[in-house]
């Protein structure tokens, strides 16, 4: 985890941006599906914001990071995402209003610093950064930095709607997105502007910018080869699903930041058998899988005919293997066996 190291003058605006915020009680008339984006200034990256707590339940806000945040928040939207790996795609920074048992000691540290004091339920500002796969952390010395202009953002967009200056509809790919744009005035001043963004403009930026790598179908030829070899029959049917493990976070080391374990597992259809499974640390890191999957070819007697995923991503992984192979790989609503298993490992680590 993160230490603070920032200036505590940095902490201080990010917190009286927070209170700020509370106190305005903007989810009373906006709704979290109403999306609206904030420009960082260092990196000209645009975040959506969502504003929480219209259920009464859950009070703050949160800052999709980029396309891979916005489409994190798609996906959790449309529920197309399996309870456990929803909570592990999010993209973001993000501010909530928790009780006095939820703030950890850095929290604590920090607020006595800079002389707050808080009382009751949903009172205490916390503030996290959230990145696939990983248990959260608090936030960098630049994190603080944006996360205080986009609060007071958030406060400038949600009083303009209540006022009727602007309209922000629901989040729709079709239509135009409010961005607020920050231009450096002659004094080093930053002075904020409305530009009505379509998705493509918003995420231009982010594609030419973005280095982050997607799990490739690479796999060993002379493996493939080895085992077309051997012209073994085809018979039964497998499940193969790509997933983040129902476990608790995992940390090898003190200076590590703790993970959520990537999963990759094969069940026999027909025997119920798990015939295997393997974990990586990183999404990014399952072309590791279809290694695994080959090997597991090499040790059996007979190919599947069939081979069974539900997420297309999984499905992108593995066709260029299976279809060399003969295999015929059928893209399914779900995977009985295979939620079976994930049903069994989270009661085993709750």
């Avoid at 449309?78 to 703030?103: E, K, T, W």
């Avoid at 953002?153 to 949600?158: G, Y």
């Avoid at 904020?192 to 280095?211: G, T, V």
């Avoid at 995992?250 to 597992?265: H, I, L």
Wanted: proline share 5%.
């Amino acid at each position: 985890m993160s230490k603070y190291k920032g200036p505590l003058d940095d902490w201080l605006r990010l917190y009286e941006a927070a209170v700020s915020f509370k106190q305005l009680r903007c989810w009373e008339w906006m709704d979290d599906d109403q999306l609206f984006g904030v420009q960082n200034p260092r990196t000209k990256e645009i975040g959506f914001c969502s504003i929480l707590g219209g259920l009464g339940e859950f009070f703050g806000l949160t800052l999709f990071l980029g396309e891979s945040g916005f489409r994190g928040f798609q996906n959790m939207l449309r529920g197309c995402l399996d309870p456990v790996d929803a909570l592990h795609v999010q993209h973001a920074l993000m501010v909530s209003f928790d009780s006095r048992d939820q703030m950890d000691s850095e929290d604590m540290k920090i607020i006595r610093s800079l002389g707050y004091r808080f009382r009751g339920k949903h009172a205490w500002p916390s503030f996290r950064q959230f990145e696939p796969g990983y248990y959260p952390r608090h936030l960098t010395d630049h994190e603080v930095e944006l996360m205080t202009l986009v609060l007071e953002q958030a406060i400038d967009v949600s009083q303009r709607c209540l006022d009727r200056q602007i309209t922000i509809g629901e989040a729709d790919v079709n239509k135009n997105f409010l961005v607020r744009v920050p231009r450096e005035d002659n004094q080093g001043d930053l002075q904020w502007e409305d530009h009505w963004l379509s998705l493509l403009q918003i995420f231009s930026y982010d594609r030419k910018e973005s280095k982050e790598k997607s799990p490739t179908a690479a796999f060993d030829e002379i493996m493939l080869a080895s085992i077309l070899r051997q012209k073994r029959r085809k018979q039964g049917t497998w499940e193969i699903d790509c997933f983040y493990a129902p476990t608790g976070p995992v940390c090898e080391s003190p200076k590590q930041r703790p993970y959520y374990p990537y999963m990759y597992a094969v069940g026999h259809k027909q025997s119920g058998y798990i015939l295997d499974f393997h974990m990586v640390e990183k999404a990014t890191e399952a072309a590791e899988f279809t290694t695994r999957f080959l090997q597991k070819l090499q040790t059996i007697s007979e190919l599947p005919k069939f081979i069974e995923v539900k997420k297309p991503e999984v499905q992108k992984l593995f066709e260029p293997i299976v279809t060399r192979l003969g295999i015929t790989l059928v893209l399914k609503e779900s995977l009985p066996l295979l939620e079976q298993m994930k049903v069994e490992m989270h009661r085993e680590f709750l």
